[in-house]
């Protein structure tokens, strides 16, 4: 069963980017598509999106260009199972290059999302409430970033258990807490454009 959703999943990425692609759109023109100027590490859409049924929550942004980074930025993907005032788990975000290509999933330690912390075990079992079914920004791009979690969600709860194995043998030189240690962010990282 776990292989069936997983190819269901992979065939609705690639309809959601070849519909977009009909359009001469991509996940981002269509994620930015009511903004005006594109700023980095600001949230797009302004406000996040948020699925009040499923919990699932989402922003995309992007940090200053290095030259030679293939990655334009990352879409931050979170629960929040009690609901919008609740606490709020970071899953993993997803990287894509300037034409909206998924590139990687990383996890990242807990002082650059701020969430509310779980440890692996709980944090991947939320993994199969993301499902975001909201008409804005865009419906497609929703549901790209929902296939996404299905088609990699092997992988995804494996670079969460990660995380907690890479945040547990960090030593802060500071001897404060290793969650909190601004030298360690990537904590575990996947590659999709290989």
Avoid at 25 to 47: C, M, Q, S
Avoid at 48 to 73: C, I, L, R
Avoid at 159 to 168: F, P, Q, T
């Amino acid at each position: 069963m776990r292989r069936e959703a997983k190819s269901l999943a992979l065939r609705e990425i690639a309809f959601c980017e070849r519909v977009l692609a009909k359009a001469g759109l991509n996940v981002l023109l269509e994620t930015f598509r009511d903004a005006g100027e594109i700023k980095t590490w600001e949230h797009y859409p302004p406000g996040d999106v948020f699925d009040p049924a499923s919990g699932a929550q989402w922003y995309y942004h992007s940090h200053s260009a290095e030259e030679g980074a293939a990655e334009h930025g990352h879409f931050h993907c979170f629960l929040r199972p009690d609901g919008p005032d609740g606490a709020i788990h970071h899953l993993a975000a997803v990287g894509v290059d300037a034409y909206g290509r998924a590139l990687r999933l990383f996890t990242v330690n807990q002082w650059v999302v701020a969430d509310d912390w779980l440890d692996a075990a709980q944090t991947a079992a939320l993994l199969t409430r993301f499902d975001v079914q909201m008409p804005r920004p865009s419906y497609l791009v929703n549901r790209w970033l929902t296939a996404i979690f299905t088609a990699y969600e092997e992988e995804i709860a494996a670079l969460i258990y990660e995380r907690d194995r890479v945040i547990a043998a960090h030593r802060p030189v500071d001897g404060g807490s290793a969650r909190e240690d601004r030298a360690l962010e990537v904590t575990s990282e996947f590659r999709l454009d290989t």
